[in-house]
């Protein structure tokens, strides 16, 4: 599948929607769950989602295994309520990071929460521990700045615009 994000929006909208990015807490249903064989699904995001993640589930006798994590600890959350209420009652007792990258591993922090065994290979849990730190910082590095030049900039109000994903009706409308 290929997405394209179009984005037309005033200031406060892009605030909102960074305001609704950090929003903490779990919200159910955020993704499509798709059984793909006996005890095997596959998740994908719904496109209210403003990062398209997926996740393989794979329900054992005792207990469920969930492959990737998602871009951040509140999404994990989500999906691990919405196992419990659709799939299945069984623990997520295993989480496997199938690589480093911060949309599969980010999330990390909600399964430990919930008591699941992150599982991955050395080389990818190496480069979690190693790199995860620096690329957190060289990312907040600029971000801060920009926040503080938004804070400091007197413009003036842009009018409303419409927000497109895909052919999808605007979900802000006009």
Known sequence: MNFTLRC?????????TWAQALTPGASTDLFNIEKVAADV???????????????????N??????VDAHSKPSTSAALLAQIKKDITPKPVRYLVDTHFYW???QGN????????????????RDLLAQNTGQR?????DPTTGWIRS???ASLPPAPPRKLEVCNSPPLIPA
């Open 109 to 124: 922090a909600a399964y430990r929460a919930a008591g699941a065994k992150v599982v991955a290979s050395k080389a990818t």
């Open 8 to 16: 037309r929006v005033s200031g406060p909208g892009v605030w909102a």
């Open 136 to 140: 957190l910082h060289s990312s907040l």
């Open 61 to 66: 006798s005792r207990d469920v295994t969930v």
């Open 41 to 59: 699904y596959f998740t994908v995001s719904k496109p209210t989602m403003l990062l398209n993640c997926n996740a393989a589930i794979f329900v």
């Open 150 to 152: 938004a804070r400091n």
């Open 103 to 105: 949309d599969h591993a």
